[in-house]
C-alpha cells in the first residue's frame, strides 16, 4: 500500500506575507508583479488572516466603482489590510494528506490552504496549482 502524500510533500515553503497595517495599493503592487494570488496576514509570528486577489478585487469594487485608476489607486492606499482580510482562515499542518487539503479547499471554495505549525506560525502555503502539480506534473518546478 503506497503512502498517502502530505501537504508537507508539495506545499511552498516561500512566500510573501502582510501584517494588519499594510495598505491595499501594496498588496496589489505585490501581487501583480509577483503573480501572487493569496497573501497570509501574520502578527506577532502568528497567523491571522488571509488576503486573496479575489478580496483585493471585491473590496476594489465595493468602494470604488466608479474610480478612474488613479482615484482608485489613491483609494487603495487608504485602506489597511485588515478591513479587506479574511479573518477565520482554514488552515493545515505539515502532515495533512493532500487529499484532505483538497476537499477542504473544495468544500470551503477557497484557492489556497496556509500551513501552520504546532504553535500556529505560517510555514507554507498549498494552492490549487499545487495540487495539479502534485497530481499531474509530478517533479516539475514552478
Same mark, same amino acid.
Given at each position: 500500500? =503506497?503512502? /498517502?502524500?502530505?501537504?508537507?510533500?508539495?506545499?511552498?515553503?516561500?512566500?510573501?506575507? +502582510?501584517? /494588519?497595517?499594510?495598505?491595499?495599493?501594496?498588496?496589489?503592487?505585490?501581487?501583480? +508583479?509577483?503573480?501572487?494570488?493569496?497573501?497570509?496576514?501574520?502578527?506577532?509570528?502568528?497567523?491571522?488572516?488571509?488576503?486573496?486577489?479575489?478580496?483585493?478585487?471585491?473590496?476594489?469594487?465595493?468602494? /470604488?466603482?466608479?474610480?478612474?485608476?488613479?482615484?482608485?489607486? =489613491?483609494?487603495?492606499?487608504?485602506?489597511?489590510?485588515?478591513? *479587506?482580510?479574511?479573518?477565520?482562515?482554514?488552515?493545515?499542518?505539515? *502532515? =495533512?494528506?493532500?487529499?484532505? *487539503?483538497?476537499? +477542504?479547499?473544495?468544500?470551503?471554495?477557497?484557492?489556497?490552504?496556509?500551513?501552520?505549525?504546532?504553535?500556529?506560525?505560517?510555514?507554507?502555503?498549498?494552492?490549487?496549482?499545487?495540487?495539479?502539480?502534485? *497530481?499531474?506534473?509530478?517533479?516539475?518546478?514552478?
Amino acid at each position: 500500500m =503506497t503512502k /498517502a502524500r502530505t501537504v508537507g510533500e508539495i506545499m511552498r515553503r516561500e512566500f510573501v506575507s +502582510l501584517q /494588519a497595517g499594510d495598505r491595499l495599493d501594496f498588496v496589489e503592487d505585490v501581487m501583480s +508583479l509577483g503573480r501572487i494570488r493569496h497573501m497570509p496576514v501574520v502578527e506577532g509570528g502568528k497567523l491571522v488572516g488571509i488576503v486573496s486577489h479575489r478580496d483585493l478585487l471585491a473590496h476594489s469594487l465595493s468602494r /470604488a466603482i466608479d474610480f478612474d485608476p488613479k482615484d482608485r489607486r =489613491t483609494f487603495l492606499r487608504s485602506v489597511d489590510v485588515s478591513e *479587506a482580510m479574511t479573518r477565520n482562515v482554514i488552515t493545515v499542518e505539515r *502532515a =495533512t494528506p493532500v487529499d484532505e *487539503a483538497a476537499r +477542504l479547499m473544495l468544500r470551503h471554495r477557497v484557492g489556497c490552504l496556509p500551513v501552520v505549525g504546532d504553535d500556529g506560525t505560517p510555514v507554507g502555503l498549498v494552492t490549487e496549482t499545487d495540487l495539479i502539480r502534485a *497530481a499531474y506534473l509530478e517533479g516539475e518546478e514552478p
